[in-house]
Nanobody
């Protein structure tokens, strides 16, 4: 059974940083592209970042380029999202996903507010 467990969310002031983690079990983690999505209140879920299986290639939504960094540890079966220079519009529930599969975690809430 595939499980994705996100952690690391919380309340942070504008300009601050957070690092999200997503631990995966039940899959051959090192063969899949992984992704982070987010869903803000009243909005559709949007793709934030992806990382290929070996971590060679990454892609980002324009709204987070230069501020967020996706990475992974294939020994720990974990994908990360380092978020810097956070803005109030980054407030959302953040989910990790096995790209192309309907495997989702329960999400972790990030709130950016003063």
């Amino acid at each position: 059974q595939v499980q994705l467990v996100e952690s690391g969310g919380g309340l942070v002031q504008p300009g601050g940083s957070l690092k999200l983690s997503c631990a995966a079990t039940g899959i051959m983690f090192n063969i899949y592209t992984m992704a982070w999505y987010r869903q803000a209140p009243g909005k559709q879920r949007e793709l934030v970042a992806t990382i290929t299986s070996a971590g060679t290639y990454t892609n980002y939504a324009d709204s987070v380029k230069g501020r967020f960094t996706i990475s992974r540890d294939n020994v720990k079966n974990t994908v990360y999202l380092q978020m810097n220079s956070l803005k109030p519009e980054d407030t959302a529930v953040y989910y990790c996903n096995v790209k192309g599969k309907e495997y989702w975690g329960k999400g972790t809430l990030v709130t950016v507010s003063s």
